[in-house]
């Protein structure tokens, strides 16, 4: 029992100091080398901030005067498009809840009077009371005579016109 406890440590201890001499060396110097970088960074950041701006850099305030002016109208194109979003959303909900506006209503009211009007105007044009809109082509305003009666049982005439054929 005593052995066996005895080579669980000593494995365990030979695991981890194997892995520190596989990678112990590589860690240092991975944490060395983030070290170095987070100190440069930090010199480079208040070097930069303890210079005064350049020459060149003092002629971007016309720039970003132009680029402050488009954000500005940016904003106030979007603060347009939500205004308009939100009067469709109130009407939206208000279509939603099932009460229609005053115009809704209105609307449908001249409908059913439109629809009870043609539907008047059906059984008129059905029953000939109206005559039918448009411009009347030629045509007769009395049904012509009956064709094809022969008094007295004479044979019918030949028309020329059409190549001496009978009906």
């Known amino acids: ?17 194997g892995g520190y001499f596989l990678w112990g060396g590589r860690v240092a110097r991975l944490t060395e080398s983030l070290t170095n970088l ?18 060149t850099e003092a002629g971007c305030d016309s720039g970003s005067a132009a ?13 347009a498009q939500k205004l308009i979003l939100e009067q469709q959303g109130a009407a939206l909900a208000q279509l939603s809840q099932g009460r229609p506006g ?33 411009p009347r082509g030629p045509g007769f305003a009395t049904p012509p005579p009956a064709r094809g009666t022969i008094p007295d049982g004479a044979a019918p005439t030949v028309d020329p016109r059409y190549g001496g054929n009978q009906y």
């Open 1 to 17: 029992m005593i052995r066996l406890i005895f080579t669980m440590v000593f494995t365990i201890l030979l695991g981890l100091g």
């Open 67 to 79: 680029i402050t002016e488009n954000l500005g109208a940016m904003r106030g194109d979007l603060a």
């Open 102 to 134: 005053a115009s809704c209503d209105a609307a449908t009211a001249q409908l059913r009077v439109d629809l009870e009007r043609c539907v008047a105007d059906k059984k008129d044009l059905e029953a000939g009371a109206l005559p039918t809109p448009g």
């Open 38 to 55: 987070t100190l440069e960074y930090d010199t480079l950041r208040t070097e930069l901030a303890s210079r005064p701006p350049r020459s």
